[in-house]
């Protein structure tokens, strides 16, 4: 069993893993019942990456501008918001995520994690180079 903190799960102001929209998204990503706990995590981290475009003129001046369920709406965001709404697909399935932009790396990366069978998954993405 995985002694994830309760904190650690609970959806915020920015990670509104609890909004129906984000919610649906990762049964539609994941499954109903998914089985696997790094196949899911595997299969949600493609779902933000290859799904919502990476943009970066967008206004980033708000909380709203990184909330997860708006992120989904637009279908575009920069590192940030892609990786608030990696960790809000993932905490429906039990799987805590955090996330962060390191300042002596290019802006352009995300760098997001996952604990799932008692181990943090650590994933680096890229944004895509052209347009869809």
Known sequence: MNSIPAC?????AIIDSD???VMQKAREVAGRMPGDP???AVRLYYAVRDGIWY???LPFYRPEHYRASRVLEKGRAFCIGKAGLLCALA???RMAGSSMVPLLRAASMIWSSSFSKRRWLVVA???RSKPR
């Open 125 to 127: 993405e890229l944004p």
């Open 19 to 21: 909004h129906p929209r």
């Open 55 to 57: 943009d970066p003129y």
């Open 8 to 12: 650690h799960l609970q959806p915020t």
């Open 38 to 40: 790094v196949e899911t």
């Open 91 to 93: 905490r429906p399935w």
